[in-house]
Structure formats: structure tokens, C-alpha cells
């Protein structure tokens, strides 16, 4: 009986299992070719008969899993925190933000812009004793802030898009802890008078007053762009100069 040498079992470059199949299948075929004239030691001389099963295919590989990004958490508001005994700094970046928003506002006649610089609505609940703090936060101060911001516009003139901000200055030391039972409140802050916000326009220097910035949680926010009392309801530049 010949034997069918497989000799290219080890030739690199052909996968191993197939070479190993058609080398085994070449085997049993020579093998059936053998008996296949007469019968073996134990047969009845019916031959011998093989079936050859197919190769199967390589599996390709799956992708691999990759879980999705978990949101991004949402932003804090800080009003629904609590206060802290925490003095601002003036130069703290969110409350520069917080003063450029407020420029932006007035440059482009939009209140809507400064509304972040303002003291937060759910912190204004919490520190005050009175009968409806949310109708007075709303229909008082943040309609006072956005007829001032219009005032402020206005002190502008038809020049207002040319006009450039310089600085803010923040009298940190006049800073004076405001405690329960002052200015009818049952929370405390920090609150500041003086505070300017200077500009130019026209190459002239001018300036104008931020009437208070009282704090939460370490950050100041204007409460008064113009005085906390007036007698009728209309917008208001505090203290101008220039």
C-alpha cells in the first residue's frame, strides 16, 4: 500500500488546521483505495466505505463591546445648597465671568445675559423672613436689575458698541457679615457696598457704581445694580462718574 506523504503540513504561509484536514483526508482516501480490492482480516468483503465531513469555516471574531459614556452629571445650582462663611475674593474667575456677563448685558441691552451674576433665586428663599420671598425676588429685584441694565444701556448713548470695560473694583474690606434677624432675614451673607465697574468710551474714562453684591457659598453676586429703594419703578444707574 502507498502512503500519500503530506509534505506541506509545516509550509509557512497556509493556516495549520486546514493543512491538517487535507492531509488526514488524503490518508483515508489512500487507505480506502487500499482495502477497496479485497477484504480485509475480520471483514465480510464489502470494502470499506468513508465519508469525509466538511471543513468548517474559521469563525471570524467579534467586535469587541464598548460601553457608553456615562452622561456628563448635571451642573449644581447653588441656591439649593447651603451658605458657607466663606469672604469672596474679587479676583476669583466666576466672579469675573460673572462681571463680564453683567458688561455684555448692559453693551447689548440683554438682562437675560447677566441673570448668572445674579443672587441665586433658591438662596434668596433661604435667607429670607418674609411673607413671599419668591413673588418679591421676582416682580422686585430681578425686574429692577433688568430696568437698570436697560438705564446702564442708555447712559451708553448710540455709542455703546464701542464702549470697552476696564475694570471692577471691589472694596473687599468694607465686606460686613449680615446675620438673622437683619434686614429681615433668618440666613446670613456677606455684603459689600462700593463696588465700580469702570469703562471707556469715546476715549474718556467713565465709571458707575454696583449699589450691592451680597455672597453665597463663597461667591459674590450683584443683588442692586441701583439702589435698593426708589420711589417709582424705573430703571436706575448708580452713582455714574465721568
Given at each position: 500500500?502507498?502512503?500519500?506523504?503530506?509534505?506541506?503540513?509545516?509550509?509557512?504561509?497556509?493556516?495549520?488546521?486546514?493543512?491538517?484536514?487535507?492531509?488526514?483526508?488524503?490518508?483515508?482516501?489512500?487507505?480506502?483505495?487500499?482495502?477497496?480490492?479485497?477484504?480485509?482480516?475480520?471483514?465480510?468483503?464489502?470494502?470499506?466505505?468513508?465519508?469525509?465531513?466538511?471543513?468548517?469555516?474559521?469563525?471570524?471574531?467579534?467586535?469587541?463591546?464598548?460601553?457608553?459614556?456615562?452622561?456628563?452629571?448635571?451642573?449644581?445650582?447653588?441656591?439649593?445648597?447651603?451658605?458657607?462663611?466663606?469672604?469672596?475674593?474679587?479676583?476669583?474667575?466666576?466672579f469675573q465671568a460673572g462681571v463680564q456677563d453683567l458688561w455684555q448685558a448692559i453693551v447689548q441691552?440683554?438682562?437675560?445675559?447677566?441673570?448668572?451674576?445674579?443672587?441665586?433665586?433658591?438662596?434668596?428663599?433661604?435667607?429670607?423672613?418674609?411673607?413671599?420671598?419668591?413673588?418679591?425676588?421676582?416682580?422686585?429685584?430681578?425686574?429692577?436689575?433688568?430696568?437698570?441694565?436697560?438705564?446702564?444701556?442708555?447712559?451708553?448713548?448710540?455709542?455703546?458698541?464701542?464702549?470697552?470695560?476696564?475694570?471692577?473694583?471691589?472694596?473687599?474690606?468694607?465686606?460686613?457679615?449680615?446675620?438673622?434677624?437683619?434686614?429681615?432675614?433668618?440666613?446670613?451673607?456677606?455684603?459689600?457696598?462700593?463696588?465700580?465697574?469702570?469703562?471707556?468710551?469715546?476715549?474718556?474714562?467713565?465709571?458707575?457704581?454696583?449699589?450691592?453684591?451680597?455672597?453665597?457659598?463663597?461667591?459674590?453676586?450683584?443683588?442692586?445694580?441701583?439702589?435698593?429703594?426708589?420711589?417709582?419703578?424705573?430703571?436706575?444707574?448708580?452713582?455714574?462718574?465721568?
Amino acid at each position: 500500500m502507498n502512503r500519500t506523504t503530506c509534505k506541506g503540513a509545516q509550509r509557512s504561509g497556509a493556516p495549520r488546521r486546514w493543512l491538517y484536514a487535507l492531509c488526514a483526508a488524503s490518508m483515508l482516501l489512500s487507505v480506502a483505495a487500499c482495502g477497496g480490492g479485497s477484504a480485509g482480516p475480520g471483514t465480510n468483503g464489502t470494502g470499506v466505505s468513508i465519508g469525509l465531513t466538511a471543513i468548517p469555516s474559521p469563525v471570524a471574531p467579534t467586535d469587541s463591546f464598548t460601553p457608553s459614556p456615562s452622561p456628563s452629571p448635571s451642573p449644581v445650582d447653588p441656591g439649593t445648597l447651603p451658605q458657607t462663611h466663606v469672604l469672596p475674593h474679587p479676583d476669583d474667575p466666576v466672579f469675573q465671568a460673572g462681571v463680564q456677563d453683567l458688561w455684555q448685558a448692559i453693551v447689548q441691552d440683554d438682562p437675560s445675559i447677566a441673570l448668572p451674576f445674579f443672587f441665586p433665586k433658591g438662596a434668596y428663599l433661604q435667607v429670607k423672613a418674609i411673607s413671599n420671598p419668591l413673588a418679591d425676588y421676582q416682580s422686585r429685584l430681578i425686574a429692577w436689575y433688568g430696568l437698570d441694565i436697560h438705564a446702564a444701556h442708555a447712559l451708553l448713548g448710540s455709542h455703546s458698541s464701542s464702549a470697552r470695560f476696564v475694570k471692577v473694583t471691589v472694596p473687599t474690606s468694607q465686606a460686613e457679615w449680615i446675620r438673622p434677624g437683619v434686614e429681615y432675614n433668618k440666613g446670613s451673607y456677606y455684603r459689600l457696598y462700593g463696588t465700580r465697574l469702570t469703562y471707556r468710551i469715546n476715549g474718556v474714562t467713565k465709571s458707575f457704581g454696583i449699589f450691592s453684591l451680597i455672597s453665597w457659598r463663597g461667591e459674590w453676586y450683584c443683588v442692586h445694580l441701583g439702589p435698593a429703594v426708589r420711589s417709582s419703578n424705573r430703571g436706575i444707574v448708580y452713582s455714574p462718574q465721568g
